[in-house]
């Protein structure tokens, strides 16, 4: 019964020692394996420094080898051997660098570098562990282009039109595309919407992408933005740029046509710039003609007469309207896709005033005291209203056709104007007036009938008869007188020089007419106190113009003085000369008073002057006394004096 247990134990024992044999290697394996970290992958954007890590125990490492897997194999990249570093690849020199971590620092990065990279970790009698890392590259395309169909797109095509195309340049990996419509994605509908999207790489390594959008389209396309959005990958996540808005020209037939009147005011008057607006909503528009509709009173018919005039975009200008262009005007559009004409009627008034008079009830003349009814009479196209008043900016009179005048005075006499105007419409209004003249005996008025004046001036007085007919107005005085009419009075101007009777009687304005006669005293008063010569215009009717008169005598009188003066100086400075030259013995002097010039002995440089004087004997007198020789008065007429030297 030992025998078999103890056979039992034996084969356990050989059936251990043979797992053990086959686990052995195993656990040196994997007791002997560095455990590497490294993230699946990583990202960086064109052109930035890309940082791989590589994390591993730190234990007694020998080596650590970066590479990169190709096709054929690993390519080394960057080395670490106890402490020195090589870098084995041309296309990374100066490129890669490694810190204390050993994190792989790629700068420059280049859509080559999208690749899986590969740490190596050697750490002696432990044995060797590795991992590896995807680094993908990313590049932002250039912003979306997108080109509209130039040509315009019809809404009655029968198949799907190009839309526009859209363009995403120089982005990696390469970019998708899709399409808004006023902010909305569209899509793919067989019967509706295609897209149809092409990729292409460039020999940079960058992608261009292109997208076309065909479409049906309907009128209320016009409308519509298109515009097409790309989506790209940038490190961090997915990134959107959109395109400008475009829209396209859509081709629709007319289906209406309207016509305006277009004037300044809503109610046209004559005078008014008018135009026909014909507009229809096709796209192009149709061919428009304007016609002036009349019935014919025979036929009872409508008749068409085509307007002259150049049609600009569907407007004909009528130019200044009147009365007679009232009626009814039509509007055709033909449209060329569907050869349809359309119509479209307008009606046209001109409103207007005519027919204006204004008449006084008697064409007798009026006197004072008298009773008259002025009446006013016009036509127009609709309920006109009336307006008195006299004269251009006088008060509001009344707003009746008919004006009452009751017990006229002269001072009612004036022009009185009519207005008539149409209410409701803006800007329309005529006007027209008479003049009513009010018959009576003058009546003269002067503001002061004391005036200041002074003997000998010249002065102006003013005298103004008021009278219907026109009086003639007469002075008491002669002198130069001047008429005029103002404000429906006579003013007459009497210019006369004042003497010492003028002064004592005064002057009388009489104006007289077949009514009567009328006159007002003017009394001149001396003026005692001289003043500077003025020209004085009382407040009233009566002006004073006051004129100096020049004093002759006077004025001669200062004349003379100044000339004699003048002369006895001139006489003094030149008995002087004479004097001092006779003492220093240039002149000898004789009784002969004259000495003759032709003597023989006469030097060529001899001077002789003669002086001839024609003063009177007292201021010859003192030339005599300057040589010491009193002569009578009737020997002064000549002198010659010799100066020698």
């Known amino acids: 019964m030992l025998r078999p247990d103890c056979r039992f134990s034996g084969l356990c024992v050989v059936l251990l020692s043979v797992l053990l044999l086959l686990l052995l290697p195993l656990l040196r394996g994997y007791a002997s394996k560095v455990e590497v970290s490294m993230p699946k992958v990583v990202e960086v954007d064109l052109g930035n420094t890309a940082m791989l890590p590589c994390r591993f125990p730190d234990s007694n490492i020998t080596y650590v080898h970066w590479s990169y897997i190709t096709r ?3 390519t080394k990249v960057h080395s670490w051997v106890q402490g020195k570093v090589f870098t084995e690849d041309p296309p990374y020199v100066g490129r890669v660098s490694m810190d204390d971590a050993f994190t792989l620092a790629i700068t420059q990065t280049t859509l080559q570098d999208a690749r899986i990279f590969v740490c190596q970790v050697g750490a002696g009698s ?22 509209a169909n130039e040509g315009g797109i019809s809404v009655g095509s029968s ?127 149709p061919e428009y003609t304007f016609f002036r509709v009349q019935n ?23 130019g200044k309207v009147h009365k ?26 001109v409103n207007y005033i005519e027919g204006l008079k204004v008449m006084k009830e008697s064409s007798e003349p009026v006197s004072e005291g008298d009773n008259l009814t002025l009446t006013c009479e016009a036509r127009g196209s609709r309920p006109l209203a009336f307006h008195w008043h006299k004269d251009k900016k006088g008060k509001a009179l009344g707003s009746r056709q008919q004006l009452q005048l009751s017990n006229i005075t002269r001072e009612a006499a004036g022009n009185y104007i009519c207005e008539v105007t149409m209410p409701g419409v803006q800007g329309l209004s005529r006007n027209k007036q008479v003049l009513v003249v009010v018959h009576g005996k003058p009546q003269v008025s002067v503001e002061e009938p004391g005036v200041p004046v002074q003997e000998n001036e010249l002065v102006t007085l ?95 009188k200062g004349v003379i003085i100044v000339a004699v003066i003048v002369c006895i100086l001139v006489l003094a400075v030149l008995g002087a000369v004479l004097y001092f030259l006779h003492k220093k013995g ?30 009177l004997p007292e201021e010859a007198g003192l030339l005599q006394a300057t040589n010491g020789d009193q002569k009578p008065a009737g020997d002064q007429g000549e002198k010659y004096i010799d100066l020698r030297h």
């Open 296 to 318: 014919n009173t025979a036929t009872g018919e409508e008749e068409e007469q085509e307007l002259p005039g150049k049609v600009d975009k569907g407007v004909l200008s009528l």
């Open 126 to 147: 432990l044995g060797v562990g590795e991992n590896r890392t995807e680094l993908r590259v990313y590049k932002a395309p250039e912003p979306p282009e997108i080109r």
């Open 324 to 349: 007679e262009d009232t009626g009814r005007y039509r509007c055709k559009g033909l449209d060329l896709e569907t050869m349809e004409t359309l119509t479209a009627n307008a009606e046209l008034v």
């Open 159 to 285: 198949e799907s039109q190009e839309i526009a195309e859209c363009i995403v340049r120089n982005s990696f990996p390469g970019p998708n595309i899709t399409w808004l419509k006023d902010g909305h994605r569209l899509h793919q509908e067989d019967d509706k919407v295609k897209v149809m999207d092409t990729r292409t790489q460039e020999a940079s390594g960058l992608f261009t992408a292109r997208s076309r959008l065909f479409a049906f389209v309907t009128r209320q396309d016009r409308h519509a933005y298109f515009q097409c959005q790309a989506h790209y990958l940038l490190s961090g996540g997915e990134r959107q740029a959109q395109s400008p808005k475009v829209q396209v020209h859509v081709f629709y037939p007319t289906e209406n046509v309207s016509l305006a009147i277009s004037a300044p005011r809503p109610q046209v008057k004559e005078g008014d710039h008018v135009a026909l607006r014909c507009q229809g909503d096709g796209n192009p528009p």
């Open 72 to 74: 054929a194999g690993r």
């Open 462 to 556: 003013t005298c103004t008869a008021l009278a219907q007919p026109e009086p003639s107005i007469t002075w008491s005085a002669n002198g130069t007188v001047q008429n005029r009419t103002e404000n429906y009075s006579m003013v007459s101007n009497l210019t006369v020089q004042v003497t010492s009777k003028l002064l004592r009687s005064g002057i009388t304005c009489t104006a007289t007419n077949y009514l009567g006669v009328a006159s007002r005293h003017i009394q001149l008063e001396r003026r005692m106190t001289p003043t500077m010569p003025t020209t004085t215009t009382p407040a009233g009717n009566a002006t004073v113009e006051t004129i100096k008169k020049e004093q002759k005598p006077q004025e001669s």
């Open 586 to 615: 240039k002149i000898p002097c004789g009784r002969t008073g004259k000495q003759d010039i032709t003597k023989p002995d006469a030097r060529k440089d001899e001077v002789v002057v003669e002086v001839k004087s024609d003063k």
